[in-house]
């Protein structure tokens, strides 16, 4: 009688799995995704027993119709605030990326902001110390928006800079991601609000929305002073951007903008800020007039999920089939779409001198796993393939032809160029990108180039991990 009872439950479980499966396959199909996304999810949850079906319901739900702000409205906001910026004047910029800046231009509606002087932090200290040192002159506002700020001894270090702003007057609004942030204790937040500071979580996290919102992250991290000074990069508040790991260091890149601009990124916060807030800031004091500071034109581009195109990839495609001479791409995770792929072996066998730098060893193992599936491929296009053994290569910097510098919070992967909110500068100077060039030649000093001969002798065992994962890219 038992073993029947038992018989029976076993049965009415499987019937209730295959029943799940096949409704989630119908759902992914119907809802018209890419193709390849698709493809990957079927798979997740055919051949990964549970582990797909959780994956999926954690993170492969569409969630971009349910949000508080429609795409409509996003479209809207993000042109609202160029009618209050000054007028772009015409600058001098390499006549080669004319087509990269007119396509952003008509695309997402990122005007040419010139007179820019831009500093390139390949360190934590230096990014804090000149961040704190700029809060400390602040007058009237600070925005800052970061995926992770935690309440550790850095964290602590910045809360203290700015409750002590906000006692002088300063005006002073916060966004943090509430995945990305989810280490930190909620009194951080709220002591931050008990100062008279603004501060909203993206998104927020509960039981009852959690699958539906572990995707579309912010991931982006800026700050923005006065309307005159503006950071953005890799970096974002937490104590192993200094310290790293007891493995090695956190080698990342971020960028200081004082000029126009910064009113780039203040336009993205004040976008995201109606999206956490439901409040509409469009006054002129937050996009002051500017002197020019420096040589640096750029253009500010932001994407997401709620926007109808794929801005940032877009615009490192067009840069790709642009490039001439050199392509030098450091990221922390190298899973691009097939699409890019392609670009970048086109470009290679044409005989642009195209190198990709990545971390030997990642925060996140399975990623990397499957990044290195697309090893073999590349080197055989004439793809130079760094592995950076010092620490974790969190950088996140293109340079293109020596001229063309894109620095920003989007690594190159599937998942920052559709599912997260990312911002990217797109900086159009020969000066700042030769000193780019000097900082991806420097790091080689401390990678590995990998050759053909050397990737082959891993292990049969090792290359089919590796293009196992590689199915599951589009998901990671």
């Not at 582990?51 to 999926?56: E, L, S």
């Not at 999920?305 to 995770?333: C, V, W």
């Not at 599936?373 to 020596?402: E, N, P, R, T």
Request: glycine share 6%.
């Amino acid at each position: 009688m038992t073993m029947q009872i038992n018989s029976a439950l076993l049965l009415i479980i499987e019937t209730l799995y295959l029943l799940t499966v096949v409704s989630i396959v119908v759902v992914v199909i119907s809802e018209n995704r890419n193709p390849i996304k698709t493809v990957a999810w079927i798979l997740a949850v055919v051949f990964l027993p549970f582990i797909g079906i959780i994956w999926y319901a954690f993170f492969g739900q569409d969630a971009t119709k349910k949000q508080v702000i429609s795409r409509r409205m996003y479209s809207k906001l993000k042109k609202r605030p160029i009618d209050g910026m000054e007028t772009a004047i015409e600058h001098t910029f390499p006549e080669k990326h004319a087509n990269l800046i007119y396509l952003l231009q008509n695309m997402d509606y990122t005007p040419l902001l010139g007179g820019n002087d831009v500093k390139l932090f390949t360190t934590g200290e230096e990014k804090f110390d000149h961040l704190f040192a700029d809060i400390e002159k602040a007058e009237k506002h600070i925005h800052i928006e970061y995926y992770v700020l935690l309440d550790d001894e850095i964290g602590k270090k910045l809360q203290q800079a700015l409750i002590r702003k906000a006692k002088e007057g300063v005006e002073i609004r916060i966004i943090y991601d509430s995945f990305g942030s989810r280490k930190a204790k909620k009194k951080f937040y709220e002591d931050f609000r008990k100062a008279g500071i603004e501060t909203e979580p993206f998104l927020k996290l509960s039981l009852s929305r959690l699958t539906s919102r572990l995707n579309y992250r912010t991931h982006r991290k800026i700050v923005v002073i006065d309307g005159q000074i503006g950071y953005t990069g890799g970096m974002n508040v937490a104590n192993r951007y200094l310290d790293g790991f007891d493995w090695g260091c956190w080698r990342d890149t971020h960028a200081r903008i004082e000029g126009k601009g910064v009113q780039g990124l203040q336009s993205v916060f004040l976008i995201d800020w109606y999206f956490v807030s439901q409040t509409l800031i469009t006054s002129r004091d937050y996009f002051p007039a500017l002197e020019n500071y420096g040589e640096c034109p750029m253009q500010i581009v932001n994407s997401g999920p709620l926007s109808e195109e794929n801005e940032i990839s877009h615009g490192i495609m067009q840069a790709i089939y642009d490039a001439r001479k050199s392509i030098f791409i450091q990221t922390p995770y190298f899973l691009p779409p097939d699409a890019m792929i392609d670009a970048l072996q086109a470009a290679a066998i044409r005989g642009v001198d195209v190198r990709v730098m990545m971390s030997k060893r990642s925060d996140v193992p399975l990623v990397q796993k499957a990044s290195f599936s697309y090893i073999k491929d590349m080197l055989k296009a004439g793809v130079k393939i760094y592995m950076y053994y010092k620490g974790f290569l969190h950088s996140k910097m293109i340079v293109f032809d020596g001229s063309l510098t894109l620095i920003g919070s989007a690594n190159f992967d599937s998942r920052s160029f559709e599912q997260n909110f990312e911002v990217e500068a797109f900086i159009y100077d020969e000066k700042l990108g030769m000193q780019a060039n000097d900082i991806f030649v420097e790091d080689q000093r401390f990678s590995e180039q990998t050759s053909m001969k050397e990737w082959y002798k891993r292990s049969v065992v090792e290359r089919f991990v590796d293009s196992f994962l590689r199915l599951f890219a589009p998901l990671m």
